[in-house]
């Protein structure tokens, strides 16, 4: 290993290190901000445990009360909560 590649290495650990929390705290807001579009729209929920993104600006969401939700946003720009099964 040549003293390049030595200094490298520990610059991409402390990178990888830091770019995992960051996405995880991304994650939780995604879901605070999911779970709390649901309650707005006068849904049950309780809580969004998972999101996965479909496309840009549409999700598969599950709640911890088991319901299924697809949240997006329509052509007219407005934010639509549709049940799955």
């Known amino acids: 290993m040549n003293q390049r590649t030595a200094v490298l290495a520990p610059s991409i650990l402390v990178l990888a290190l830091f770019a995992v929390p960051s996405f995880a705290e991304d994650e939780e807001a995604l879901k605070k901000d999911l779970t709390a579009v649901i309650a ?8 969004v445990v998972a999101a996965e993104e479909q496309a840009e600006t549409d999700y598969a969401v599950s709640c911890a009360d088991g319901n299924l939700y ?15 099964k």
């Open 70 to 84: 697809r949240v997006y946003l329509n052509a007219a720009g407005r934010v639509v909560v549709e049940k799955r």
């Open 40 to 47: 707005l729209q006068g849904l049950p929920c309780g809580q």
